[in-house]
């Protein structure tokens, strides 16, 4: 099977890559083994909040010269200031084109509520996702009994110890107790099923418009919204106050939602979509891949032009831990990672882990290598990079984009198509 580009992994970056090239007129395909980590995130999107030394980042442009300057492996330091501002940009109007309506911008990060009741600088959120709010205002924040994935009152008490008048409340919702039957079904994106049927709209309306008139702000697990915003926007259409939504515990809906729209976006412009597959092997000859096998596809290989790996980090096995080393699990790519596992770890659990900045070492085109020498038509994009920290540095989705467009464009500008 000939395709221009193979693409490994069809996560946030995986997708966003395939699109791109779809767009430019390439015959992709996406192989995907599992689930990614859209499914267990909040659905916001970081860029850059801090420096691997923990200074916050006030403005991309100064933070990626910081990042520069200390001669950091990271993502953006390969690309450059300019360069990630093109493709986060690019990144935000994407989203949009496939339908998943954000609130921010690359030059003004917002400070999102989480559900633990903190707040945490991010780049792009879905529209329902609250800002931080303004002290005058009286919010009520509303779980739905039984639901053990979303917990008003500890989310209350802690925005309360940060100022906000703010108090916990609970409705019923009858229309759930078939899932209330088995507690392991009890789950948001199950509700959502539930919830977003058209027919079931009196019920969380007609729950939450009494608390919509005593409070001026309303927030609500995300237990609705799968495919579209439309519940919400009735909602907020039809309620006294204005409602926003948090993520619960995973699996989460706006990461669902995220996932879905861009495999639809992916499939409706001609994207082959590979779902259950998986990469198990490839052969290289005179330093590029000439052929990708799969599981499913036994003894027909893919016959790919360019591979994109973007496979993810430890979270989706594109690294595996060993008692020696981390490697990359398909190509076996050289990885960045500090030698012996004492010093993956640091023993204080808060402090940035050294191993979270293990992965995938590149050139500036963020083409791979192994054994020291280059893969030519190789592309390394997203979670399975080396050099940054997505938890401490806050910039998961910010790279997994970025690098992804990049690496499109890259193929792209290549000229080499089937
Ligand atoms: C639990 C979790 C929550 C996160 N939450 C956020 C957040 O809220 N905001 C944020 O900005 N960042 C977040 N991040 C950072 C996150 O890494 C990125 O935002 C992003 O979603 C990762 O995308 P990815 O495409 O690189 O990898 P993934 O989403 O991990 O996708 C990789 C895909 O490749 C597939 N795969 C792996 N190996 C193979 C193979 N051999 N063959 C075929 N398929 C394969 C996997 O099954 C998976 O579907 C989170 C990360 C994790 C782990």
Same mark, same amino acid.
């Given at each position: 099977?000939?395709?221009?580009?193979?693409?490994?992994?069809?996560?946030?970056?995986?997708?966003?890559?395939?699109?791109?090239?779809?767009?430019?007129?390439?015959?992709?395909?996406?192989?995907?083994?599992?689930?990614?980590?859209?499914?267990?995130?909040?659905?916001?999107?970081?860029?850059?909040?801090?420096?691997?030394?923990?200074?916050?980042?006030?403005?991309?442009?100064?933070?990626?010269?910081?990042?520069?300057?200390?001669?950091?492996?990271?993502?953006?330091?390969?690309?450059?200031?300019?360069?990630?501002?093109?493709?986060?940009?690019?990144?935000?109007?994407?989203?949009?084109?496939?339908?998943?309506?954000?609130?921010?911008?690359?030059?003004? +990060?917002?400070? =999102?509520?989480?559900? *633990?009741?903190?707040? %945490?600088?991010?780049? $792009?959120?879905? /529209?329902?996702? #609250?800002?931080?709010?303004?002290?005058?205002?009286?919010?009520?924040?509303?779980?739905?009994?039984?639901?053990?994935?979303?917990?008003?009152?500890?989310?209350?008490?802690?925005?309360?110890?940060?100022?906000?008048?703010?108090?916990?409340?609970?409705?019923?919702?009858?229309?759930?107790?078939?899932?209330?039957?088995?507690?392991?079904?009890?789950?948001?994106?199950?509700?959502?099923?539930?919830?977003?049927?058209?027919?079931?709209?009196?019920?969380?309306?007609?729950?939450?418009?009494?608390?919509?008139?005593?409070?001026?702000?309303?927030?609500?697990?995300?237990?609705?919204?799968?495919?579209?915003?439309?519940?919400?926007?009735?909602?907020?259409?039809?309620?006294?106050?204005?409602?926003?939504?948090?993520?619960?515990?995973?699996?989460?809906? +706006?990461?669902? =939602?995220?996932?879905? *729209?861009?495999?639809? %976006?992916?499939?409706? $412009?001609?994207? /082959?979509?590979? #779902?259950?597959?998986?990469?198990?092997?490839?052969?290289?000859?005179?330093?590029?891949?000439?052929?990708?096998?799969?599981?499913?596809?036994?003894?027909?290989?893919?016959?790919?032009?360019?591979?994109?790996?973007?496979?993810?980090?430890?979270?989706?096995?594109?690294?595996?831990?060993?008692?020696?080393?981390?490697?990359?699990?398909?190509?076996?790519?050289?990885?960045?990672?500090?030698?012996?596992?004492?010093?993956?770890?640091?023993?204080?659990?808060?402090?940035?882990?050294?191993?979270?900045?293990?992965?995938?070492?590149?050139?500036?085109?963020?083409?791979?290598?192994?054994?020291?020498?280059?893969?030519?038509?190789?592309?390394?994009?997203?979670?399975?990079?080396?050099?940054?920290?997505?938890?401490?540095?806050?910039?998961?989705?910010?790279?997994?984009?970025?690098?992804?467009?990049?690496?499109?464009? %890259?193929?792209?500008?290549?000229?080499?198509?089937?």
């Amino acid at each position: 099977m000939n395709f221009d580009t193979v693409i490994i992994g069809g996560g946030l970056a995986g997708l966003l890559c395939g699109i791109r090239l779809q767009e430019q007129g390439q015959r992709c395909a996406i192989v995907s083994r599992g689930q990614s980590a859209l499914s267990f995130s909040s659905g916001s999107l970081d860029l850059l909040s801090h420096l691997p030394n923990g200074e916050p980042v006030n403005s991309l442009d100064t933070g990626i010269a910081a990042l520069q300057a200390m001669q950091s492996p990271h993502p953006y330091a390969l690309l450059g200031a300019e360069r990630v501002r093109h493709y986060a940009l690019l990144a935000q109007n994407l989203l949009a084109e496939c339908g998943f309506a954000t609130q921010g911008h690359v030059d003004t +990060p917002h400070q =999102r509520v989480t559900p *633990l009741g903190t707040f %945490r600088q991010a780049w $792009l959120s879905p /529209t329902e996702v #609250p800002h931080k709010p303004d002290a005058s205002k009286t919010i009520g924040i509303v779980g739905i009994s039984g639901f053990l994935d979303f917990q008003p009152a500890l989310a209350a008490a802690s925005l309360r110890k940060r100022g906000v008048n703010v108090s916990a409340e609970e409705i019923e919702l009858p229309v759930l107790d078939a899932l209330r039957d088995n507690p392991s079904e009890f789950r948001a994106v199950n509700i959502a099923r539930v919830l977003d049927k058209p027919e079931n709209f009196s019920a969380p309306y007609r729950a939450l418009l009494p608390l919509s008139r005593r409070y001026d702000i309303l927030y609500f697990p995300a237990c609705f919204g799968l495919v579209n915003s439309d519940v919400f926007a009735q909602l907020n259409q039809q309620l006294s106050c204005p409602l926003f939504l948090l993520p619960t515990l995973p699996p989460s809906v +706006p990461g669902t =939602r995220m996932q879905t *729209l861009l495999q639809q %976006r992916f499939v409706r $412009l001609g994207g /082959t979509w590979m #779902p259950g597959d998986e990469v198990v092997n490839a052969d290289i000859a005179g330093g590029r891949v000439t052929h990708v096998w799969t599981r499913k596809h036994e003894d027909i290989p893919l016959t790919p032009k360019h591979v994109v790996l973007a496979s993810g980090s430890f979270f989706s096995n594109g690294l595996i831990a060993e008692r020696t080393g981390v490697r990359e699990a398909v190509f076996g790519l050289d990885v960045l990672q500090s030698e012996g596992r004492e010093h993956w770890y640091r023993d204080d659990v808060f402090a940035a882990q050294p191993w979270q900045q293990f992965g995938v070492i590149t050139d500036r085109q963020l083409r791979a290598q192994r054994g020291g020498a280059p893969i030519e038509n190789l592309y390394v994009i997203g979670s399975v990079l080396g050099g940054f920290d997505a938890v401490a540095q806050g910039c998961g989705g910010g790279v997994c984009a970025t690098t992804a467009l990049f690496a499109a464009d %890259r193929i792209g500008a290549s000229g080499e198509s089937k």
